[in-house]
């Protein structure tokens, strides 16, 4: 146990993280405040001046020079510098921009004509007038809730929005479709679609967005740290609510700490690169970790160096899959080091050396989430699972295994912040909510959504249940880009055509605006005000999201869209409460600020939470201190003290390498432990249909498709496409050069992108960054280029096996050579016809 004094210094040590800015107790004079009036807070712009905000890649200030954004920097100095801060200005106005100026309809969908289906993304568009706008989406509406029940509404609307806990696009959209009655809702995520459902099953958690081994024991403990198929030097930029920077300060701090760091990842990747000779790079061939890992675990089995008592003690079943790995089950092959060497293109000694490093030493081993979004993804949080298990030091201080240290900074110590208040989803209008708890018939894995509107009434598995595709006629889509986030591009345009009626909510004219039949202009988050937490994990912050500029003149506010839609379907009142947007945020604020009077918590600087109005005014961040139990917390530390007073929530209550229930579902692209299926597609298949393996991982200056549009792109950007990392040794074999324009291609697809010729990807492997704005050359023609280089277009849209359903982004096959044609023009960062 840590004493207490050790426990304030390290609150005072984390208090200097943030120590550069004034908090606000320092910044506000109370007797002014109490009498000017308690309850005055000014929403007043800021012309000339800072003005606080945040955004998913964290708290910022934000200078104002006559009305205008000149600067915008990290909230809190001398932290690690995060480029995405740098482009507010560009969000709200820059050469790429492309802001949707004003309500708009595609034109032939405003005039009823027959097949206006089939020239979605290719028609022009007509300006109409906001109350125009808002009575077609009324109609329309209330037309297909007529004709086919929520049934006939899909609201899944994926997609990452912006920060903020009132302007909160999708759960917005959720809010007015269940209060009309029900929709269509995705079930999962992209991220980690395929970890979240294979680890209830293991773990009996979710796994993928819980709280990992606090950083200061990993500093303290870990020996070896070895960061499997992650990128957090870039990864770690963002965060779901908001980004606490914290997770950047520790890698950085990692890198000199003398701990053997190892990075396991097929290319050189950014956090390779930031770690040097600090780090070993190991890489294996994209989609094969599960039989890397395989190696090592049959080396431990081999040699006697594994930890029985643990396997005992806290698992299930290893004996059978003990037997599968020594090659005793029907296959007769034993996954031996060799055998896992010749599919992973890893060396048979290296595995054998990491076998034994492992189990020597205090190990944490830290996995990305690319390495599930590959077919059979469920199996390779499993299989790490049974690699931590064979090394035995699960719930140990450092040790054991964590799957988000690489995402919205877990690890990062829990504070005792008090939690603000959000927008809800809100209850069914007129009484029943039945189709919410029935979700299962009415939800449906996220990346089928192309699958279910094209076979509408077909039935899949999912996690031991069946789910029969409902008939959408209506697709609702707000805070989402799904012409670049979801896979084989070109299968989505078809589906794309089956629906009557799109509506589309954005700040600009991506590429799902444009496939769009309605389209309303939202305001960006710098033309509204809000509130957010940052640290997903941590509850490091409370973040003023002051209003930074006046909203471009017929841009509208998701809620307010909403909110009028409310309006005319009869349920206005029960949308608003009655409330404004500050009595929201007020109302948000005071859900912590009673939680912390309650308590008795107080922020990192000893003060207490002002109230709103004085937090509001001060315009600063708040900030709160790890606790003690924060700054201990060991993952699985109870379970393993007493695994029978603290089971898990499995059915066993241990850790299930082998599960009864999976079993039971009888899959033949899962089965009852962790196992090497091999891909659809990948490299070391017999008969390629495509040479090279791509990986399009997440990108290093953007997130996803948002920041595509500002100038950062000036920096990666090559022949004023998406960049595609190239072999040199390829590049050479098909004469493409540095700078050249490079048409990848296989069945699915064509898309045009520059060269960049390195050896930061191994031969056979190219590299496309995921979040190029979707840009067809000719979008009445089928299969047409995309001339900005969007990856979705040669990715496979199957799912991982039917446990799971989530997507497969990352398994996929694609040719490349030199574009000989003239090069087309770039649409992407454009309005369509008929917009200005
Ligand atoms: N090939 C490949 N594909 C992938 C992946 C991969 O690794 N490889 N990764 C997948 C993963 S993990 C994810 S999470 C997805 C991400 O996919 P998305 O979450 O769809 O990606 P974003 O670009 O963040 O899209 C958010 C959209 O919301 C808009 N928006 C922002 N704020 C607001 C708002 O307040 N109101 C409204 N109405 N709109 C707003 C933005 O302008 C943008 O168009 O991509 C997936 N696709
Ligand atoms: N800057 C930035 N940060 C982000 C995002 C963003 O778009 N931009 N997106 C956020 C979101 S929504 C998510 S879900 C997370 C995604 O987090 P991850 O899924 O972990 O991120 P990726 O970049 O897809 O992949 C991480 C690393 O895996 C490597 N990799 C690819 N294939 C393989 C393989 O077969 N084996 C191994 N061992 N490694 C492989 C890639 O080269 C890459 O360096 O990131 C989040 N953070
Ligand atoms: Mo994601």
Known sequence: MKTIDTNRRNILKYAGLFASIPFVSQLVDKSTLLAAGANKFSTDLVLNGDVYTAAHWGAMKVSVKNGKIVKSVNAFDGMVY?????????????????????????????EKKKNNRELRGADEWVEVSYEQAIKLVADEVARVRKEKGANGIYGGSYGWKSSGNLHNARTLLHRYLTMGGGFVGGLGDYSAGAAQVIMPHVMGTLETYEQQTSWPLIMEHSKVVVIWGANPMDTLRIAWSSNDGVGLEYFTKLKNSGKKIIIIDPIKSNTVAFYGNKAEHIAPKPNTD??????????????????????????????????????????????????????????????????????????????????????????????????????????????????????????????????????????ASGGGQEWLNDGSSLSIPVARIADCLLNPGKTIDYNGRKITYP????????????????????????????????????????????????????????ERNDLTMSGDYSNL??????????????????????????????????????????????????????????SGALMADGEPMPDFTTFWNANRPLTFAPTEEGLNFVRYGEFREDPILNPLGTPSGKIEIYSETIAKMGYKDCGAYPQWFEPIEWMGMKNKPAEFALVSPHPSLRLHSQLNNTSLRNQYAVADREPIWINPADAKAKGIKNGDIVRVFNKRGQILTGAVVSDIVPKGVIRVYEGAWYDPENPAKENTLCVNGNANVLTIDIPTSELADANIANTALANIEKYKGKAPKLKAFTPPKGAK
């Open 290 to 427: 599960v039989a890397m890992m395989l190696g090592i675990i049959h080396t431990m089995l081999s040699t006697g160096k594994y930890d029985k008592e643990f396997i005992e003690t806290y698992t299930e079943g290893f004996d059978k899959f003990a037997d599968y790995v020594m090659g005793k089950t029907a296959d007769k092959t034993p996954k031996s080091a060799k055998w896992a060497s010749n599919i992973c293109g890893v060396s048979e000694s290296k595995i054998k050396e990491l076998a034994d490093l492992f189990f020597a030493n205090r190990t944490m081993l830290m996995t990305g989430y690319n390495m599930q979004r590959q077919h059979h993804g469920e199996q390779v949080h499993w299989m790490t699972v049974a690699l931590a298990s064979a090394i035995g030091q699960i719930g140990l201080p450092g040790g054991g295994f964590g799957i988000s240290y690489h995402y919205a900074n877990g690890g990062s110590p829990t504070t005792n912040a008090p939690v603000i208040g959000g927008i809800t989803v809100g209850k």
């Open 82 to 110: 995060n480029p995405l801060q740098s482009v507010t200005a560009d969000l709200v106005d820059g050469k790429y921009t492309n802001r949707i100026k004003a309500p708009m309809v595609r034109k032939s969908y405003l």
């Open 541 to 598: 912050n409370i973040n003023p999201m002051k209003q930074v500029v006046k909203r471009m003149p017929k841009s509208k506010h998701d809620y307010e869209v909403f909110a009028d839609l409310a309006k005319v379907a009869g349920f206005e009142a029960q949308f608003t409460e009655g409330k404004s947007e500050m009595q929201w945020l007020e109302e948000f604020y005071n859900v912590a600020y009673n939680q912390a009077q309650k």
């Open 471 to 526: 008939e959408i006629d209506l697709v609702y889509w707000v805070g989402g880009n799904p012409f670049v986030h979801h896979q084989d591009t070109n299968l989505l345009v078809k589906a794309w055509k089956k629906p009557s009626t799109i509506i589309v909510h954005d700040m600009y004219w991506t590429p799902t605006a444009k496939m769009g039949d309605i389209v309303f202009p939202i305001t960006t988050p710098y």
